[in-house]
């Protein structure tokens, strides 16, 4: 049973960090390009950040550059997201996706929420 499981949201103030983290079960981690993805109130869904399966190669959105990094740990079946200078339009559902040639996967999402 493929599982994507993201856990580390929650409420922050302006300016603070959080680390987001998917925990992957049920396929072969290894061989999937990783991807974040957050979806606000009232708008689509949008990509913030990717990275490939060896852990190489990053892309990230242009609104979350120099803010946020992906990273990835195969041996731990695991990608994270560490959030940092958060700012309240960085509120929305974070959702994980795993992504092969044919197939993807999501997770169920965690919800950031900035705010003072």
């Known amino acids: 049973q493929v599982q994507l499981v993201e856990s580390g949201g929650g409420l922050v103030q302006p300016g603070g960090s959080l680390r987001l983290s998917c925990v992957a079960s049920g396929f072969r981690f290894s061989s999937y390009v990783m991807r974040w993805f957050r979806q606000a109130p009232g708008k689509e869904r949008e990509l913030v950040a990717r990275?490939?399966?060896?852990?190489?190669?990053?892309n990230y959105a242009d609104s979350v550059k120099g803010r946020f990094t992906i990273s990835r740990d195969n041996a731990k079946n695991t990608v994270y997201l560490q959030m940092n200078m958060l700012k309240p339009e960085d509120t929305a559902v974070y959702y994980c996706?795993?992504?092969?040639?044919?197939?993807?996967?999501w997770g169920q999402g965690t919800q950031v929420t900035v705010s003072s």
């Open positions: 996706n795993a992504l092969a040639m044919n197939r993807q996967y």
């Open positions: 990275i490939s399966s060896t852990g190489g190669t990053t």
